[in-house]
């Protein structure tokens, strides 16, 4: 299934076997401040981990910075279309790199959160996490509603 993109945000592409609906998305907040992200570190990724405090919010890292394993779980693919490769990138156009956000779950997590549609969003305030849009003073958040 391909990816697809709205005004109101982008929606992620549908990576687990056996299903035909994306199950995570991008506000149009959220997308906005993750172009940014990508232009200032490269490459970039999400895990939820379910953790208390702040470990139960989306963690943005550049990619390969946070390690999965069989005990995560990839709910989705989030594309912001093609762009600058990243920090002090000198090429565009068609040489531009499709920059694609893997969206990954603790499978523990994802026992919890499997009947769930997820959204992720942008608020002010800063968290006390490692996530990469700290530095900016807001934070991504998760939105959730039952998968239709």
């Given at each position: 299934m391909s990816l697809e993109r709205f005004a109101d945000g982008v929606v992620g592409r549908v990576v687990i076997a056996g299903e035909t609906s994306p199950r995570v998305e991008l506000s149009p907040a959220a997308a906005t401040l993750l172009e940014r992200l990508w232009e200032a570190h490269g490459p970039l990724m999400f895990h939820q981990s379910?953790?208390?405090?702040d470990g139960s919010a989306p963690m943005c890292y550049p990619a390969g910075e946070f390690l999965t394993s069989g005990a995560d779980v990839l709910l989705g693919e989030l594309d912001l279309g093609r762009?600058?490769?990243g920090p002090d990138a000198s090429w565009t156009g068609s040489e531009a790199a499709t920059r694609v956000?893997?969206?990954?779950?603790?499978?523990?997590?994802?026992a919890y959160w499997r009947h769930t549609h997820l959204t992720v969003d942008v608020v002010p305030g800063r968290g006390s996490g490692f996530s990469v849009e700290a530095p900016e003073g807001v934070r991504f958040l998760i939105r959730s509603r039952l998968l239709e």
């Open positions: 379910g953790g208390c405090c762009g600058a490769a956000v893997p969206f990954w779950m603790s499978a523990e997590q994802f």
